[in-house]
């Protein structure tokens, strides 16, 4: 008797080569498939600038369209179009690291075959009206707050695929819930999530590829052992069992064979023999 509903995923028509360059942005679920490549020796480039949630901020900063400003606020700097790891005390430090953070961006970006994008919520912040990539803890009379159309981000990203027709695309929707949104307000959010990569598939169908993180959650691992213990994130099981349907859906036999035989080279080198006098 099968206990459970298995996700069909077709086998993508290209496959992840060893030398490949691959760059990986979005929400904090990409951090955890971002650290498997790299721990499997790909060559993988996660989230220069901090983790991104909503689709607009992902686009902007892979456009060169992220603006740093910086705010200060309870003793801290902060830069809108980046994560709070990016936060300081020091203004022209923080300066400095945003600016990097963008070279490098732009850098892997250019040099990138493949681009792993995970969208988090289709929800955004306005301040001064402009979409910030983090709210910072500021004051939420300072933002206005709105969910996105499919519409809207199909034209925010339809021009950016269209003149990278060398990269392969990979999208991915984050299976992280975003309770403070309402249970039902985040299955909407989802959903428009969902709909707008379903449409850049239909329009750009050689380069947009969708894997279904969002499903092997709700749907294969349907159980509270498969999350964290805020019953929010997934556990360290289920990004397990996710690297292991994405290498299947991605990965050669040939080169799965060498990522292999890399992570155990890095599991010993993450060893530290303990020192005795």
Not at 43 to 58: D, E, F, H, K, W
Not at 211 to 238: G, K, M, Q, T
Request: one cysteine or more.
């Amino acid at each position: 008797m099968n206990w459970r509903t298995e996700i069909d995923i077709p086998k993508s028509p290209w496959q992840i080569k060893p030398d490949d360059r691959i760059l990986l942005i979005g929400s904090c679920f990409t951090d955890s498939i971002g650290q498997k490549m790299q721990a499997h020796g790909l060559r993988a480039v996660c989230n220069p600038t901090g983790v991104l949630y909503n689709p607009m901020s992902i686009v902007q900063s892979l456009n060169g369209d992220m603006r740093v400003e910086l705010v200060e606020h309870d003793g801290l700097y902060h830069s809108m179009s980046h994560h709070s790891s990016f936060s300081g005390t020091d203004s022209e430090q923080v300066l400095r690291r945003c600016l990097q953070s963008q070279a490098d961006l732009h850098q892997s970006f250019a040099e990138t075959d493949i681009v792993f994008v995970t969208f988090g919520t289709s929800y955004v912040y306005y301040r001064n009206g402009q979409v910030v990539a983090n709210c910072h803890k500021l004051p939420e009379r300072e933002f206005v707050r709105r969910r996105l159309s499919v519409q809207e981000i199909i034209t925010a990203w339809c021009p950016l695929i269209r003149t990278m027709p060398d990269k392969h695309w990979v999208f991915t929707v984050s299976p992280i819930r975003h309770r403070r949104d309402g249970m039902h307000q985040n299955q909407l959010s989802k959903a428009v999530l969902l709909l707008a990569i379903e449409q850049l598939q239909e329009v750009f169908p050689k380069q947009v590829t969708y894997f279904p993180a969002y499903e092997i959650v709700l749907d294969e691992l349907r159980d509270y052992r498969f999350y964290a213990d805020d019953l929010v994130h997934p556990s360290n099981s289920a990004v397990d069992y996710i690297w292991q349907r994405l290498c299947d859906t991605f990965v050669s036999p040939e080169t799965l064979a060498k990522m292999q035989a890399d992570y155990k080279q890095w599991l010993r080198a993450q060893h530290r023999p303990l020192i005795t006098e």
